[in-house]
C-alpha cells in the first residue's frame, strides 16, 4: 500500500479524484489540500508516497509547490489542459493526467507509482534523478572556483536542448524544483527554468555574495532590497530593479535571519 495526498483548488475535483482512487485498494488518500498554503503545512508533517496535483490554482501554480515536496514523494500534475503535460515532465513529474481524468489512464498512473514504491522506499531519493545531491562533472568541479560576479555561467535549459548564459552578478536567487531550478535574474527582470539541481548551483556560485537559505534557496544578499515578515509562516524578501520577489517559509526565513545577524 502507499499513501496519498490530493491537491487541488475545486472541492469537487478532490471529490472525483477521491471516487476514482477507491477503486484501488493498494492507495490510502491521507490528506486532501485545496491549497498550496495547506499543502505546504500538510507536507511539514507527513511524507506521502505520491502527491496529486492540480497546476492552475489560485494565489500560484502547483509548480510553486514542487519546492515543498520530499525528494521521495512523487507528483501526477492532474490538469484540464494538455499543454501543461511538457511542463510537468520538465519537472520530472512521474505521470501526468488530464481531467476529466479517464479511469483507464488513471489506472496505469496508479500501475507507475506502485513500480516506484516496490522498487523501495528508501532506495528512490538514492537513485532517482530528482536527487539533489548528484556531484558535478569533472568540467564543472573544474570551473567551480573560478567564478566570480562578473563572469558568466552556462546551464542547459529545461525547454529546449539548448543552453543559458546569465552573469553571476545578475542572479537574485534560485529555487530547488528537484532536478530542475528557477533562477530570477535582474535587468530586465525575468525567470529562467534551468535544467540544473540546487547542488550544483551552489558548487558554482562564489561563497559570501551567494548564500544557502534553507533546502531549497540560494540567495544573492546584496541583491535584497526588503524583507517583510508578514507572518510566522511567510516572509516576502523583494530585489533591485524589479527582479521577481521571493516568499520563504519558516524554516528558509530563520535560517536568513541567522545569516543577516551574524549568528550563521
Partial sequence: MFTALLVDDEPLANARMRELLAAHPEIDVIGVAGGLDVARAFLKTRSPDVVFLDVE?????????????????QVVFVTARKKYAVQAFQVAALDYLVKPVDPERLADTVARISNHVASGRGQTENTSPLADNDELDADQAASATALGLDDAVSAPLADTPTSGVVTVGDICWIESLRNFTRVALKGPPRLVLFRRRLSEWDKVLPDGPFARVGRSYLVQLAMMEQIEWKSREQTLVTFVEGAEPLTLGRLPATRLREILSGEA
Avoid at 57 to 73: E, F, I, K, Q, R
Fill in 57 to 73: 490554482m489560485p494565489g500560484g501554480s502547483g509548480l510553486d509547490l514542487l519546492a515543498s515536496v520530499p525528494d521521495a514523494t
